[in-house]
């Protein structure tokens, strides 16, 4: 689906018009794949738009530079700052929010040290990443022939641009093979997360998601489903999952900032019951929680205006 426009992005310290919002074709990133960015969205509320754990997801990107040993020259503050007027000048009641720090123009060269870090936060709307109804339709998914990043190649715990030329990888085979989404299994053949997307699958009546030694990013989704199954009475547990856990699950599930939460209905052509009811129950409160409905996790949401 094409971007849809919005007013201004901020790019730099200064909200600028969408078209003028532009970078060097030599610009460092762009060749190297060295940049770090978030995922976030802002929902409608009864107050008005809200965007869904801004402060943890400002933080993550902070996080990810770290790792990479690049330092945003914007603290978390004024960039959650920022992120609510770009929120606000789109005039939009919801929408996505795409924050990247990246080496800009000047230097070239596998040398980042003499590099300018740039910062830029764009909005615009977009529906869930794997359908608006993959919650109760469900998605097909297949096991990728491509591995995920091992922690000593490609750090995983750091959302990071170049990183994502693996989960395009196997995004791009499972829907040349009729699939909706894909799974990458770790260097050791244990389940690490799908191309964008945190994993959930409940054995036994035991929810259970991979952890961050199997490549498996810390998701910020994954957090708040963890926090709304446990409110909700269920068994979460964070451990190791195997291809053939997946097969005879009793429900699978996966969310992301994107993809929200959507069930999955079949693993390399196993079915999965679809929907189960806990993915239903947690998908429900989720989307009330995201939208300033369910007060105990009022805190998660920041008031864009």
């Given at each position: 689906?094409?971007?849809?426009?919005?007013?201004?992005?901020?790019?730099?310290?200064?909200?600028?018009a969408?078209?003028?919002?532009?970078?060097h074709?030599?610009?460092?990133?762009?060749?190297?794949?060295?940049?770090?960015?978030?995922?976030?969205?802002?929902?409608?509320?009864?107050?008005?738009?809200?965007v869904?754990?801004l402060?943890?997801?400002?933080?993550?990107?902070?996080?990810s530079?770290?790792?990479?040993?690049?330092?945003?020259?914007?603290?978390?503050?004024?960039?959650?700052?920022?992120?609510?007027?770009?929120?606000?000048?789109t005039?939009?009641?919801?929408?996505?929010?795409?924050?990247?720090a990246?080496?800009?123009?000047?230097?070239?060269?596998?040398?980042?040290?003499?590099?300018?870090?740039?910062?830029?936060?764009?909005?615009?709307?977009?529906?869930?990443?794997?359908?608006?109804?993959?919650?109760?339709?469900?998605?097909?998914?297949?096991?990728?022939?491509?591995t995920?990043?091992?922690?000593?190649?490609?750090?995983?715990?750091?959302?990071?641009?170049?990183?994502?030329?693996?989960?395009?990888?196997?995004?791009?085979?499972?829907?040349?093979?009729?699939?909706?989404?894909?799974?990458?299994?770790?260097?050791?053949?244990?389940?690490?997360?799908?191309?964008?997307?945190?994993?959930?699958?409940?054995?036994?009546?035991?929810?259970?998601?991979?952890?961050?030694?199997?490549?498996?990013?810390?998701?910020?989704?994954?957090?708040?489903v963890?926090?709304?199954?446990?409110?909700?009475?269920?068994?979460?547990?964070?451990?190791?999952?195997?291809?053939?856990?997946?097969?005879?699950?009793?429900?699978?599930?996966?969310?992301?900032?994107?993809?929200?939460?959507s069930?999955?209905?079949?693993?390399?052509?196993?079915?999965?019951?679809?929907?189960?009811?806990?993915?239903?129950?947690?998908?429900?409160?989720?989307?009330?929680?995201?939208?300033?409905?369910?007060?105990?996790?009022?805190?998660w949401?920041?008031?864009?205006?």
């Amino acid at each position: 689906m094409p971007i849809q426009t919005t007013p201004k992005i901020w790019m730099n310290g200064e909200l600028v018009a969408w078209a003028d919002a532009q970078i060097h074709v030599l610009t460092h990133t762009l060749h190297y794949g060295t940049g770090v960015f978030e995922g976030i969205r802002a929902y409608e509320t009864a107050d008005g738009p809200a965007v869904f754990r801004l402060t943890e997801h400002i933080q993550r990107l902070h996080n990810s530079a770290k790792i990479v040993g690049m330092e945003i020259p914007y603290s978390v503050e004024e960039l959650v700052a920022a992120t609510k007027a770009t929120v606000a000048s789109t005039g939009l009641p919801s929408c996505y929010i795409r924050p990247i720090a990246y080496y800009g123009y000047g230097e070239m060269g596998l040398n980042t040290l003499p590099c300018s870090v740039d910062v830029a936060i764009a909005c615009w709307p977009w529906g869930a990443y794997l359908g608006d109804d993959a919650v109760n339709k469900g998605v097909r998914m297949k096991i990728s022939s491509w591995t995920r990043h091992d922690h000593n190649t490609m750090p995983p715990a750091s959302k990071t641009t170049g990183n994502y030329v693996n989960s395009s990888l196997a995004k791009v085979e499972a829907l040349k093979a009729g699939y909706d989404e894909a799974i990458m299994l770790a260097p050791n053949g244990l389940v690490a997360e799908c191309t964008g997307e945190n994993l959930f699958a409940v054995r036994n009546g035991i929810i259970l998601t991979p952890p961050t030694s199997a490549g498996a990013l810390a998701g910020i989704t994954q957090d708040t489903v963890t926090a709304i199954a446990s409110d909700l009475g269920f068994d979460v547990r964070v451990d190791n999952l195997a291809r053939s856990d997946l097969y005879i699950a009793e429900e699978i599930f996966v969310c992301g900032t994107a993809a929200e939460v959507s069930s999955v209905n079949s693993v390399d052509e196993r079915k999965v019951p679809c929907p189960g009811p806990k993915t239903k129950a947690i998908a429900d409160v989720y989307a009330r929680t995201v939208r300033g409905q369910e007060a105990k996790y009022a805190h998660w949401c920041e008031l864009a205006v």
